[in-house]
Nanobody, 122 residues
Framework: QVQLVESGGGLVQSGDSMTLSCAAS????????MGWFRQAPGQEREFIGA????????YYADSVKGRFTISRDIRKNTVYLQMNSLKPEDTAMYYC???????????????WGQGTQVTVSS
């Protein structure tokens, strides 16, 4: 059974940094691309970034490029989302997701976590 568990969310101030974690079980990162998404109240889900199966490729949406970084620890089977220079508009529920599909910028993923809330105050 695949499980993705996000953690690390909370309340921060504008300009602060925060790192989210996504612990995976029931799958191995080396066989799956991992994505990060976010959804703010009343807005559509946004695909903000991903890392390939071998960790050699990453993708970032323009809204977070240069501020957010995705990394992973194969031994811990965990993916991270390092978020710097946070802005109030980054406030959202953040989700990680996994897919065994080929590397692409497609937002189609097979498995999803429950999400962790990030709130950035101004």
């Amino acid at each position: 059974q695949v499980q993705l568990v996000e953690s690390g969310g909370g309340l921060v101030q504008s300009g602060d940094s925060m790192t989210l974690s996504c612990a995976a079980s029931g799958l191995t990162l080396s066989m799956n691309k991992m994505g990060w998404f976010r959804q703010a109240p009343g807005q559509e889900r946004e695909f903000i970034g991903a890392i390939s199966r071998n960790g050699g490729q990453t993708y970032y949406a323009d809204s977070v490029k240069g501020r957010f970084t995705i990394s992973r620890d194969i031994r811990k089977n965990t993916v991270y989302l390092q978020m710097n220079s946070l802005k109030p508009e980054d406030t959202a529920m953040y989700y990680c997701a996994a897919s065994s599909g080929v590397w692409s910028r497609s937002p189609d993923y097979d498995f999803w976590g429950q999400g962790t809330q990030v709130t950035v105050s101004s």
